[in-house]
């Protein structure tokens, strides 16, 4: 499987890049995995809720290193060294979160993973989410379906909003105005659902509706590095991909919505109001 990059109309063969970003990423998984039951160290960044650990700062700079060494014409976008806007581009672009639920890890909650991504002319053509501390890797080439562990993954197929399990998040922002926005979508939910779950990682959130594990996720607030590498593993594994308006994604709204089907998007989406934040 390959690409042809359209700002410099070279080839760029897929398969290399991801066979390769299969022995890098569980190095990195390694280094969660060891620092998980030890004392963290925590530096607050926008608020006492949104922080960032050593082991975050340090798994982003093995990444980056490691794949600049391999590709020194790629770009990066990282959650833990961008600044300002994010530079989107046509060029071939790494999209990387080293730990997604830094909270739940600061925790010992085990449900946080890398999030990697691989962009072509604004496309995802790779994407790898691994949680170490569970040895669950989810990952997917454009065109070539998702997998868990090496095995192909599909949605649980459920259309019904009564029969539904839905993943959403408060996020780590806590302006009173938007959480009771998301409040009041959780409460229309909860009357309809099956079971409303917060599980404080995107990107796991994702994979799991795209393994059959729930059934919608749906989030306002979020970050391209949240969503970059976990939105083509769903796609790949047959789900419905959206703005949570019903439109087209845009990875850098800072919103979206997975879902088994697209009847369940549509009902989900006719309920719950909009949390609207500025654009990465």
């Known amino acids: 499987m390959s690409v042809v990059d359209s700002t410099t109309s070279e080839t760029i063969n897929l398969n290399e890049i991801y066979s390769f970003l299969l022995e890098v990423v569980p190095k990195c998984g390694q280094v969660i995995r060891d620092a998980f039951y030890k004392e963290k160290n925590v530096t607050d960044k926008a608020n006492y809720a949104d922080f960032v650990t050593e082991t975050d700062t340090k798994v982003e700079k093995i990444l980056t290193e490691t794949l600049k060494v391999k590709y020194p014409k790629h770009n990066f976008i990282g959650e833990e060294t961008t600044q300002g806007k994010v530079q989107f581009t046509d060029a071939p672009v790494w999209i990387i979160d080293p730990v997604d639920g830094t909270t739940n890890f600061v925790h010992k909650f085990p449900y946080c993973a890398i999030s990697i991504a691989f962009y072509v002319n604004k496309q995802a053509q790779i994407g790898v989410v691994f949680n170490s501390i569970r040895d669950e890797l989810f ?9 868990l562990n090496g095995r192909t993954i599909t949605p649980s197929g459920v259309t019904e909003l009564n029969k539904s399990q839905i993943i959403t998040e408060f996020g780590s922002g806590r302006e009173g105005e938007h959480l009771d926005v998301k409040v009041n979508n959780m409460r229309v939910l909860i009357e309809k659902c099956h079971s409303l779950r917060c599980l404080g990682s995107s990107a796991l959130n994702t994979c799991y509706v795209a393994c059959g594990a729930s059934d919608l996720y749906y989030e306002y607030g979020i970050h391209i590095w949240d969503m970059a590498a976990a939105t083509l593993i769903a796609k790949e594994a047959g789900c419905t991909v959206l703005d949570p308006d019903g439109s087209e994604l845009n ?22 109001k909009p949390v609207i934040y500025e654009s990465d």
């Open 139 to 147: 990952s997917a080439i454009r065109g070539q379906g998702a997998y």
């Open 251 to 272: 990875i850098l709204n800072r919103r979206v919505l997975v879902s088994t089907t697209k009847e369940l998007a549509q009902q989900v989406i006719s309920l719950i």
